[in-house]
């Protein structure tokens, strides 16, 4: 390459670079600006906020950076505390929520653990129905063998209650209608769905004419009980039961009804009470050992 030409290749290459180095970067004045912009002069500002930066207990921090917000609010490092304030809410709810969140789990791996243990043996639902019912006796009864979905209705909204097989009774006292039982095998959300069927029934619990069976839950031969009953012979329905065994995932539900008035067979509601036990006590007594039972 010929000398001149060298030469200039060189000037203009220098010339490149002296002009790029005195070229000022549109990012970094940018960058300079934000940070002229976040400078904090009070040093009470700058306390205030590096103490809430730096306090572990997420329920202090949060105090600490609403205290600061509240105390400067036209701070350089607003934006940022507010950002510091969301993050720890998630991390309060994530902590407050936790064990809910663990006990649930622990939950549904039981339900999934019983569904296992089920898989492959045949239903026996008919078991709930092998009981002797003394002086009462199974009029009709019908079953579903394939999974269904039916709703409740609770305080929150309605519920899809899922099950996989079912089996309903009607039952009769001395040849008149007196309950309509249900006994249904949950799926494998079986906790949520016994909450969502508790729900529900402590909706229908709290109407001016019904009260809630007190203990709530009773403890009867191997069944935890939910009850409702009215406090006056009115309607069809006078009473209504659910009877949970957790083992198998099953619900018995029992709706209790009026005597008709054609046939009473009770007059007072102390006679319908002393009925209704009897009935309770006949069936969890005689039920109870059978489902309790190895199968």
């Known amino acids: 390459m010929p000398p001149r030409v060298f030469l200039a290749l060189l000037l203009a290459l220098g010339g490149a670079m002296m002009a790029s180095a005195q070229l000022p970067s549109t990012d970094n004045e940018q960058n300079n600006q934000q940070e002229e912009q976040k400078v904090m002069t009070d ?3 700058y306390e205030a906020y590096m ?34 304030v969301m993050d720890t809410l998630v991390q309060l709810d994530n902590q407050r929520t936790a064990p809910l969140r ?9 339900a999934e653990a019983i569904a296992r243990a089920l898989a492959g043996r045949p239903d026996n639902l008919s078991r709930y129905t092998q009981c002797g019912f003394g002086e009462f006796s199974i009029e009709e009864s019908s079953e579903r063998d394939r999974p269904f979905i039916h709703t409740v209705s609770t305080a929150e909204g309605n519920r899809e209650i899922e099950a996989f097989h079912g089996i ?21 959300s079986f906790y949520k769905d016994k909450q969502a069927l508790i729900d529900s029934l402590q909706t229908l619990g ?15 031969d191997g069944f935890e009980v939910y009850g409702i009953n009215r406090k006056k012979l009115a309607g069809d329905v006078l009473s209504i039961y659910l009877l949970f065994h957790d083992a198998d995932m099953t619900v018995v539900t029992l709706y209790l009804l009026n005597t008709p008035r054609e046939t009473p067979k009770f007059h007072t509601l102390h006679e319908y009470r002393v009925l209704r036990d009897l009935f309770l006590k006949t069936y969890t007594t005689c039920t109870g050992p059978i489902i309790g039972a190895p199968r």
């Open 206 to 220: 709290a109407e001016p004419d019904t009260g809630a069976v007190r203990p709530w839950p009773l403890k009867m």
């Open 168 to 188: 309903i009774l009607h039952v009769a006292y001395q040849g008149t209608p007196f309950a309509n039982f249900k006994a249904e095998r949950l799926g494998n």
């Open 43 to 45: 040093p009470a500002e």
């Open 51 to 84: 103490t809430a930066l730096n306090t572990v207990d997420p329920a202090a921090r949060y105090a600490a950076l609403d205290s600061f917000l509240k105390q400067f609010p036209d701070s350089a490092m607003r934006d940022e505390a507010l950002e510091r």
């Open 102 to 110: 663990q006990q649930l789990r622990a939950r549904q791996a039981r």
